[in-house]
RNA sequence: GCGGAUGGCUGGAUGGCCGCUUGGGGGCAACCCCGGGAGGAAAGUCCGGACUCCACAAAGCACGGUGCCGGGUAACGCCCGGCGGGGGCAACCCCAGGGAAAGCGCCACAGAGAACAGGUGGCCCGGCACGUCCGGGUCAAAGUGAAACGGUGGGGUAAGAGCCCACCGCGCGAGCGGCAACGCAAGCGGCACGGCAAGCCCCACCGGGAGCAAUGCCAAAUAGGGACCCCGCGCGGUGGUGAUCCUUUCGGGGAUAUCAGCCGCAGGUUUGCUUGAACCGGAGGGUCCGGGUUGGCAGCUGGAGGGCAUCUGGCAACAGAUGCUCCAGAUGAAUGGUCAUCCAUCUGUCAGCAAUGACAGAGGACAGAAUCCGGCUUACAGGCCAUCCGCGCAA
């Protein structure tokens, strides 16, 4: 899991991809760095107010445990954002569908 | 049945699969088992408290708040009951509701005139320079305005006028009722005293400041910086507290060392000297500022506790007693994701006179705890219950 603020900033500023549903940023970290898959979520106040900013977020952790076991890569940081109104009303299968498109995307 | 008024409740349900968090138990561990896990407003952060730290003799001033009366409460700007005023046929609702003879200020526009006097017009009397005149008395009609010199009728008069009278209004009000706000009111007064205090103000009462990012403990790491003060430091004097010793006529006197205070003098360098000025000394202590880190644990959920039931007191708010129950503790922040069925809701099509039924689709009010309570305010799809009022119908 994500916490520290630095490393959305760097995330943000390295690879990244959006779909419909969800915007994809990610990472390769450095070899001096902690090893390990790590994940983070963003939902700003432009989603909305307090619940659906806590509703966009539980589906992208909801997303996020479905997808990454399969597809995500050791050493890597993601981070997902949740856009307004989309997010929060995407049938899921779509979500996944965009999860999966964006991972590969990434990769790349 | 229709239309209202008031108070309260509810805020989708069930199941499958996959997860999160917390308490307890087990296990070397991975992990497993059992139990708990958002709201009526968790919201706005507007009041009042608990709690923590800081400050503090008291009082006064200043500043801020509250403002009919009584009660409730830990407290309140909240709640209950009453009073007064206003609205409604009514149930009921609304009120920022102390003081305007303490003082200042304001009263726009209109209007002759806005607070105390003045005079647009009318009426009457007098004057002669007979005029669109002057002086005096007087009305409060028209018109304006949120507000205009009490109203109506009669008497009276030069014309008039509370000048006088009746009724109404207004003011004062003995007395009576009420804990009080206030109510009733004999009688008196010919009427004087306009409004605004959400303009200042006066009066009464209340109020230290900051907040859980409070506060305490532990750990790590950076810097080792700046400012001010003390000390570094001795000698002399002064006067004081206590201690020890000596002495005493018991009041006291003397000696010794020590300690805090006050006063004076006292170091070095620079310029030839003096005065003067400037600067310097460094191991330590204190205060403040700056920089860095913003981790873990405690606070942290048991509290003026909540809920349910019964009883007692009270019109009520509420208080008391007994029994049962325990009801979130996250910290990039858990309390969910997804699928199916049902339940209401809406839309479309079809059938039917209609109630309604079938099929398809949409979509589920406002809204997410962050130290904890009591309130207020604001948001809220739909549904339900109770009491009361008006109208209609029936008996």
């Known amino acids: 899991m994500l916490t520290k603020r630095a490393d959305f900033i760097r995330a943000s500023s390295a690879?990244?991809?959006a779909t419909p549903g969800i915007h994809l940023q990610a990472r390769k970290r450095g070899a001096d760095e902690v090893s390990g898959m790590r994940v983070g979520f963003t939902c700003s106040k432009?989603?909305?107010?307090?619940v659906a900013r806590n509703r966009a977020k539980?589906?992208?952790r909801a997303v996020a445990r479905a997808v990454l076991p399969e597809l995500?890569?050791?050493?890597w940081d993601y981070v997902l954002v949740g856009r307004k109104d989309i997010t929060a009303s995407l049938p899921f299968d779509q979500l996944l569908a965009d999860m999966r498109r964006a991972v590969r995307k990434v990769h790349t």
């Open 15 to 17: 690879r990244r991809f």
């Open 72 to 75: 995500g890569r050791d050493g």
């Open 46 to 50: 432009k989603v909305g107010n307090a």
């Open 58 to 60: 539980r589906r992208l």
